[in-house]
């Protein structure tokens, strides 16, 4: 999973997260475990805390397959592109 934290004074706000590439579908983001934070969806992080989002891969084809996961927020820098890879 990845684990997002927000080290800033206000909340960190994720207004939206994406898979996209040419394999985005064979992505998913999934439930964490039970009793840590969701990011799925808007999720708002408040200082001093953090989210996961768990992702699954489900590959529609043999051979290495990549996506993006992309994060917007308001936090200078966004967004935020994460490289994913998988056979």
């Known amino acids: 999973g990845l684990t997002v934290s927000s080290n800033g004074r206000a909340p960190l706000v994720i207004s939206s997260a994406f898979f996209n590439g040419g394999n985005a579908a064979d992505f998913a983001l999934v439930a964490p475990t039970t009793g840590v934070a969701d990011c799925r969806g808007s999720a708002s992080?408040?200082?001093?805390?953090?989210c996961v989002y768990r992702m699954r891969f489900l590959?529609?084809?043999t051979g290495a397959r990549t996506a993006t996961l992309t994060l917007?927020?308001?936090a200078a820098g966004s967004p935020v592109a994460i490289a994913l890879s998988g056979t």
């Open 59 to 61: 590959p529609s084809a």
């Open 72 to 74: 917007t927020d308001k």
């Open 45 to 50: 992080v408040a200082s001093g805390t953090s």
